[in-house]
């Protein structure tokens, strides 16, 4: 919302200066996004008179113009068609900054004429497009005088942002209005002087909703002119208008906008010659209906919206945008002018559902002051007579004005309560008078019966009273107090739960991975490759592009995405992770919090110690148990499957579970996958389902299991056992621990090999078994018993022999 | 003697001459040997009587301690020679990098979440979570925005299709549905902070579809607004580490409290660079208000007993202002290079006690 100060000081009595002006409209909630003071750009710009204007002698198309600027005459060389002989022009001089090109005028020679500064266009004053010549002002403007003060530019525009509830404030008078409650000078009288008609007006208002709906509109109000002159508006108001960026158009179509802009109540003008059958009729439009609007697109109707129509069909949108057929022009004389209410959700839903935005519009669906049909009829027929002249007729209303009066009770104690300062009761019941509520005493003592004015269609209750007392009387003056501390030690902000979420980020960091943080959400093709098509209740209805259009089932897709990014910077080895949600389906349970991380390319760099090698499922593996065991997972119970989803290598991958849990998945992405990504590879990854990790039992203190350290030798011995193929390396493992619960503390796997010697389809595993006596130091015959039951256990669990 | 004194002084002398270890053995073995010449000595001690016999034993064990001693000496001088040989011939060149290792870092999300759970955490509060796919009555039907309202319209709403009861299913637009899931299913008093993900379709310089938002509430009997200005303010100077930030409370509007402020931080921007701290200029950085007696009444709260505050704020908005960071877009496009530079040491968790900048 834009006016300027001498805008504002039309309704608003002060003494005030800009600057206070403006830091009181954001104290009281009327948020300053900009002060423009366009006089100081402007400052150097004076008017200056042409005394001759002669062709260049070195130039087809320049002219040697001696300038008087009124304290001395110069020469200037100008290029402008137009600049000739005794015009009156802008003249900038050396030294000035020409706004519009952002060049420091220096004197300087043009083909040999020397030339001192320059006369300028609209567009090099930053003012308008207009640089087909120089501006060119009337004889009588005063030589030597500042241009912006000639213009009316020298008035500071003040641009406010204006919160949804504050409808009142779309027109200067409400703002002027808030000051004046805030203290800041008294609001000036409006003049709502009524003009009685000269006749009985040839156009009627009809209302046909069907029965129940009529408050699609509760009220119109309407009245004719005859014999009015539709030229230019007035100077001032052009001025105004232009500086809250509104085209002046005609004096009827000035008015209107003048009205909104200035009371912040929209009007509409019809030519009444052209409005046929002698009545505008306000109904729903019927489905199929089309309307040609003012701004010369045409828009297909349904049954939701509200139009205004004659004998010959639709030709205004309510309390949107009027139509092409009945506007007015340069030759209307005969003006049906209208002044309605309209439902403002029907005013919302039509202009969103046409994407039809209007000043208008903005207005209506805020909620416009309820009892300004008549008192906005009255000031744009004192405007239209004054400026237009002609007669008007009496007015013409259809429905009546809606029930806006309700009282809501306020206890002055609430306003400390709530607001935590103490504004005298005086002072409190001043704030609400000013600002137009009235205010009942009740019997009980520091109880009030408040009454909103009709334009405070957002007051709904008492906390809505007790912010305008506060606002009004400012935050600045609320005291400052502690949040009381419940206990005199913080306690823990976050659950064991939650607090896996930083360990998983921090664990998985600390290994060299990077952290990513990606949308919510993905391609649906490339969804499809993590599950298959995306169901339709998981893509969204309105995305910004078709890159942003399904929730993501996993969050792999956008770590390959950002390492396809990464490759093309040329970093195509990396680590990434990302801990955040997947969705599977639309309810709660449908979202998955995942730990989930990829690497691509080489372990590392290419570097001396030749270290670097391809990544491989192990490495993802190794991200896994790592992430599992810091989480407190059991890591010693779960078991490896091969099954894990087909966006990974078949028989590259697996999964980690306990019992029919599964927690993660993890191994090599699939090359089809790779290739929607056009990644090289290799590239492994993985996913944690980190709600699926059973919490630690909760137990009571913070006491550690008892920790007996054995005080004998630990024994190791190695076993190499030839079996087949398909044998999985972790059966052998298991089966070696089974084999003596106590003694064996540890069993890895040192080395894997397969030979022709060993038979086709066969390999060998090497394994380390680490013995741990408990209570004596184990003799020969103690290892010779328990290798023996190792190697059977082995055997038996695997169908392979020892190795020997 | 004289006979002893000229053995100890020959075979000190060979002591000397030993060139390596090897010689030195050598000498050891043919003056302490099994057939040694000191050894050989003392085995015809045995042919001495009484006072002799002790006399000459004396004698020849001096000789043979200081022999031993020269060769325990020459061995060590000899085995120290032979160390510093080899160890010179291990050079290694020390300017080489070490090996490569990966080094992770912690998104400024994740950091700023960790700082805002710390400063909080402190004041009592504790983390709350909801869906990020919402209905329509916790995104907006609760929190008073009705279907039409003009508030909503700003909200610029991703939607999903209508769940099969009707209900109208939304990404989250703001964290605030939290604060309406908590009060469903708690009894004040509640404290709580709710991070998480929300969504607006908008997609430009200054604005991501996706971005994260730190939402806050408060309620109890007694809570306000003197109390949501301290707690505000106290959290403003935490987090950006300005003991005397200036915060300034403004009256703006959401439909969801009422009444309600912006708070805006002191800055100043001399010369293009945007400073924090007192200055002549303000900043907006978060929303705040007393909930709505509707909103409480929506979640079955008695709003004549109970009263408090809530607040929100851009994660990535105050990260941005705190480190520096110039473009939003930037924080989703997980360049590594980006990352890098703007990330955080995994095991640089941030605590009130530790210090909350990095």
Redesign the interface.
């Known amino acids: 919302m834009k006016f300027t100060l001498s805008w504002l000081k039309e309704h608003l009595d002060t003494s005030a200066s800009l600057d206070e002006i403006v830091r009181m409209l954001?104290?009281?909630?009327l948020?300053v996004e900009g002060v423009e003071d366009r006089s100081a750009a402007l400052a150097p710009f004076t008017i200056a008179h042409v005394v001759s204007a002669e062709q260049h002698p070195d130039a087809d198309r320049l002219r040697v113009c001696k300038v008087d600027t009124g304290t001395e005459i110069v020469q200037v060389v100008c290029g402008a068609p137009n600049a000739r002989t005794g015009m009156k022009g802008v003249f900038a001089p050396v030294g000035s900054h020409v706004p519009g090109t952002g060049i420091d005028l220096k004197k300087g020679t043009i083909r040999g004429q020397e030339s001192n500064g320059m006369l300028v266009s609209e567009r090099e004053l930053g003012l308008s497009d207009e640089h087909d010549g120089i501006i060119e002002l009337p004889a009588d403007a005063p030589l030597g005088l500042a241009f912006a003060k000639y213009a009316g530019l020298d008035d500071p525009l003040i641009d406010i942002a204006i919160?949804?509830?504050?409808a009142d404030c779309l027109g200067v008078r409400g703002v002027a209005r808030d000051l004046a409650a805030a203290g800041l000078g008294t609001l000036r009288p409006l003049d709502t002087s009524k003009r009685n008609g000269s006749y009985e007006s040839p156009i009627v208002w009809r209302r046909d909703f069907p029965a129940g709906q009529e408050s699609a509109c509760p009220i119109v109000v309407g009245r004719h002119f005859r014999n009015v002159k539709n030229g230019p508006s007035p100077k001032w108001m052009q001025a105004r208008l232009k500086a809250v960026g509104l085209r002046p158009i005609s004096a009827l179509v000035d008015i209107t906008n003048y009205v909104m802009m200035d009371l912040g109540r929209p009007l509409h003008v019809y030519d009444a010659h052209k409005i046929e059958g002698g009545h505008m009729t306000i109904r729903l439009a019927r489905d199929g209906e089309t309307f040609h609007a003012l701004n010369g697109k045409e828009y297909d109707l349904d049954a939701e919206m509200i139009v205004l129509g004659d004998d010959h069909g639709v030709d205004d949108l309510a309390g949107v945008m009027g139509g092409e057929r009945t506007g007015v022009s340069e030759g209307t004389t005969e003006v049906f002018l209208e002044t309605a209410l309209f439902d403002?959700?029907r005013v919302?839903?039509t202009g969103?559902k046409l994407g039809l935005l209007s000043d208008a519009r903005y207005r209506f669906?805020?909620g416009l002051d309820q009892t300004s049909p008549y008192w906005g009829t009255d000031i744009a027929t004192r405007l239209i007579l004054e400026i237009c002249g002609g007669a008007c007729s009496d007015i013409v209303v259809e429905g009546t004005e809606p029930e806006w009066q309700r009282s809501y009770t306020l206890r002055i104690a609430r306003i400390?309560?709530?607001?935590?300062?103490a504004v005298k009761e005086g002072e409190s019941i001043r704030i609400l008078q000013t600002l137009g509520f009235e205010v009942a005493t009740t019997e009980t003592t520091g109880t009030y019966s408040v009454t909103p004015p009709p334009w405070r269609g957002d007051i709904i209750?008492?906390?809505?009273l007790?912010?305008e007392v506060?606002?009004i009387h400012g935050?600045?003056n609320?005291?400052?107090?502690?949040?009381?501390?419940?206990?005199s030690m913080?306690?823990?902000?976050?659950?064991p739960a939650?607090r896996r979420v930083?360990l998983a980020?921090?664990?998985?960091?600390?290994?060299?991975?990077?952290?990513?943080?990606?949308?919510?959400?993905m391609p649906s093709g490339q969804a499809a490759l993590f599950g298959g098509p995306v169901p339709?209740?998981?893509?969204?209805?309105?995305?910004?592009?078709s890159d942003?259009d399904a929730?993501r089932p996993s969050i792999l897709g956008?770590?390959l995405a950002?390492a396809q990014?990464?490759a093309n910077?040329g970093?195509p080895d990396?680590?990434?992770f990302e801990?955040?949600?997947q969705?599977a389906d639309?309810?709660?349970k449908?979202?998955s919090a995942m730990a989930t991380g990829i690497r691509a390319g080489r372990t590392?760099?290419r570097?001396?110690?030749k270290?670097?090698r391809p990544v491989d499922a192990f490495d993802a593996k190794g991200d896994l148990l790592a992430l599992l065991e810091a989480l407190g997972a059991p890591t010693a119970n779960l078991q490896v499957s091969t099954d894990a989803p087909d966006w990974y290598h078949p028989g590259r991958s697996g999964c980690l579970r306990l019992g029919p849990n599964v927690l993660a998945s993890f191994g090599e992405l699939h090359p089809r996958v790779l290739a929607a990504y056009d990644l090289k590879g290799p590239v492994v990854g993985f996913e944690l389902f980190l709600d699926r990790v059973p919490m630690a039992k909760a137990k009571k203190g913070s006491t550690k299991p008892f920790l007996k350290l054995s005080p004998f030798q630990p024994v190791e011995r190695d076993f190499a056992f030839v079996v087949e193929d398909s044998v999985a390396a972790e059966q052998i493992v298991r089966a070696a621990k089974g084999a003596d619960k106590v003694l064996v503390s540890e069993v890895g796997v040192f080395d894997i090999y397969a030979g022709a010697n060993l038979g086709e389809g066969k390999k060998s595993v090497a394994i380390s078994v680490t013995l741990q006596p408990t209570d004596r130091t184990l003799t020969e015959e103690d290892i010779e018993a328990v290798s023996g039951k190792i190697v059977a256990q082995v055997e038996k669990a695997t169908g392979g022999s020892l190795r020997r | 003697m004289q006979d002893l004194n000229q053995l100890r002084d020959e075979l000190l002398a060979e002591v000397q001459g030993a060139g390596d270890l090897e010689a030195l053995d050598r000498t050891r073995v043919a003056a302490l040997g099994k057939k040694g010449r000191i050894t050989e000595l003392m085995k015809q001690l045995g042919a001495l009587d009484g006072e002799a016999r002790k006399e000459a034993g004396q004698a020849l064990n001096r000789v043979k301690d200081a022999v031993a001693e020269a060769l325990d000496q020459r061995k060590a001088g000899l085995a120290d020679v032979a160390l510093n040989t080899r160890l010179a011939a291990e050079r290694i060149d020390v300017s080489l990098p070490p090996r490569p290792e990966g080094r992770g870092v912690i998104h400024p999300i994740s950091q700023v979440l960790d700082e805002l759970v710390a400063i909080f955490g402190e004041m009592g509060f504790s983390v709350a979570e909801g869906p990020d796919i919402e209905d329509d009555f916790h995104n907006f039907g609760a929190l008073n925005i009705p279907p039409e309202h003009p508030a909503r319209q700003e909200h610029d709403t991703f939607y999903l299709p209508d769940r099969a009861d009707g209900a109208k299913m939304v990404l989250r637009t703001h964290t605030s549905p939290v604060q309406i899931r908590t009060m469903q299913k708690t009894t004040p008093p509640i404290r709580i902070i709710a991070p998480g993900r929300t969504y607006r379709s908008d997609h430009d310089a200054t604005h991501s579809p996706m971005f994260h938002q730190v939402e806050g509430l408060v309620i109890d009997e007694k809570t306000h607004m003197g109390h949501l200005k301290g707690c505000l303010i106290e959290f403003c100077r935490a987090f950006f580490g300005v003991d005397d930030l200036p915060v300034r409370f403004r009256p703006s509007y959401f439909p969801f409290t009422e009444p309600s402020a912006e708070v805006d931080i002191g800055c100043t921007r001399k010369g293009g660079e945007l400073t924090i701290g007192a200055g002549d200029d303000w900043l907006e950085i978060l929303g705040s208000g007393m909930v709505h007696p509707r909103v409480l009444e929506n979640c079955g709260i008695d709003s004549t007993k109970y009263q408090g505050f809530a607040f929100g704020m851009g994660i990535e908005r105050i990260a941005m202002l705190k480190y520096g960071i110039p473009d939003l877009r930037t924080f989703y496009d997980s360049d590594l290079r980006w990352l890098k530079h703007y990330g955080f040491v995994p095991l640089d968790v941030p605590t009130l006690t530790g210090g909350l900048a990095r």
């Open positions: 954001s104290m009281i909630g948020e919160t949804p509830n504050r403002p959700i919302a839903i969103r669906e805020r400390a309560e709530l607001g935590g300062v209750g008492e906390a809505d007790v912010e506060l606002r935050y600045d609320i005291p400052v107090v502690p949040l009381p501390r419940e206990t913080p306690q823990p902000a976050i659950t939650q930083p980020k921090r664990l998985l960091a600390a290994r060299g991975l990077v952290e990513a943080v990606t949308f919510s959400f339709a209740e998981m893509r969204l209805s309105n995305p910004i592009s942003l929730m956008n770590l950002a990014r990464n910077q970093y990396l680590a990434l801990v955040g949600p969705f639309p309810t709660p449908g979202q590392a760099p570097d001396w110690s270290q670097q």
